[in-house]
């Protein structure tokens, strides 16, 4: 998957880790490749690679031929081996590593040491007409894609970057190319974040389309701009509002309702109740971006309580150590969590 490289933050190092630290305690493991060709791929492009994995960590590797030394603190260094050893595996096993695959890595392994990256990486989801992979890039959207494989309704939440959106509007393009299902339906709610619909130029689907656009974006990166728009003039594939979703019946379908946080109690209700025969149905959204009015409860959240307990809806929650753009928006997306904090903190204490 060709998603944006993440910001790696391994987890919060425990004692004995801290106390290393401190004390400087340095290792040095020396690591040996049976095959060049494979060793050259793991470094990268320039070590390009081995660059990514000394930023990503803090270690600091050298390569000669098969040979790579790997130095630094004693827990820094595990990762950055363990990291390499599934990364080679990974290569044997026909998958291009790239930088940023080295930071997703990391990332996995930093969380869960004991993850195996094949059962990851190597799941694909779909391949894009320029050939690039997509595949879960952490465990959240592992746990993500199979949920939505084995449910007929499935709620993806959590901030931006975490690939929510992409990976369901992969998961519903790999359906219907797999004759699954016989159309895609993408549905957003029109709800403006501080702008107003009628400001736009144009007539009602030239003001909509900007509210729409994130998700052709998607199709046209998986499909090509071509194909997908030939499927959308066919019929096959379906972007609307909400508000068209209204009196219809959704047979033989994927559908994929994103920006979920900003649906009233109603029209959740609405678009849950569309559901058809051999359909599925991938809601995504962020509690923490509502842009309804005060009074007005997101649709999301009060779904997320109401249908928690129905075997057959899946819930996957991300959070900030899943996003998968650019390195600051996970600080960005921190520093608001904390502000966010500091302010219900604030009103508590001056009540």
């Known amino acids: 998957m060709n998603l944006e490289p993440c910001i790696v933050n391994p987890t919060q190092p425990t004692l004995q880790q801290s106390k290393e630290r401190q004390r400087g305690i340095k290792i040095k493991k020396e690591l040996s490749f049976l095959n060049n060709d494979t060793a050259r791929l793991l470094y990268g492009d320039l070590n390009s690679n081995l660059y990514e994995l000394e930023k990503g960590i803090g270690v600091k590797a050298k390569a000669r031929g098969t040979n790579l030394t790997v130095s630094g603190i004693s827990h820094e260094v595990e990762l950055a081996v363990q990291t390499l050893e599934q990364l080679y595996i990974l290569i044997e096993a026909g ?52 949920a939505i494989r084995h449910h007929d309704i499935s709620f993806g939440i959590g901030p931006a970057g975490t690939g929510k959106t992409y990976l369901a509007v992969a998961m519903a393009v790999a359906a219907f190319s797999n004759q699954q299902v016989s159309s895609i339906i993408l549905t957003r709610p029109a709800v403006e974040a ?54 219809r019946t959704l047979n033989n379908a994927f559908v994929i309702l994103d920006e979920a946080q900003n ?23 962020d509690v923490t971006q509502v842009d309804l009015p005060h009074n007005q409860q997101s649709g999301l959240v009060t779904a997320a309580h109401i249908l928690k307990k129905i075997s057959g809806i899946s819930f996957t929650r991300f959070s900030r150590t899943d996003v998968v753009r650019h390195p600051l928006v996970q600080q960005v997306i921190e520093a608001y969590e904390d502000a966010e904090k500091k302010k219900t903190t604030g009103a508590k204490a001056a009540s």
Do not use: C
């Open 95 to 146: 998958y291009p590593v790239y930088p940023q695959d080295v930071a997703y890595a990391i990332h996995v392994l930093a969380k869960a040491p004991r993850a195996d990256l094949k059962e990851i990486f190597l799941d694909q989801v779909y391949i894009t007409s320029r050939q690039r992979v997509i595949s879960p890039k952490s465990l959240n959207q592992k746990s993500y894609i199979e």
């Open 194 to 247: 501080g702008e107003r619909l009628g400001f736009l130029p144009g007539d009602m689907a030239e003001k909509i389309n900007p509210y729409l656009r994130p998700l052709l974006d998607a199709l046209n990166d998986m499909l090509g701009r071509e194909k997908a728009a030939q499927l959308i003039e066919q019929g096959d594939i379906e972007i609307a509002p909400l508000a068209f979703m209204r009196g």
């Open 263 to 285: 649906t009233t109690y109603e029209q959740m209700k609405m678009f849950l109740t569309r559901l058809g025969f051999n359909s599925r149905a991938v809601i995504t959204g």
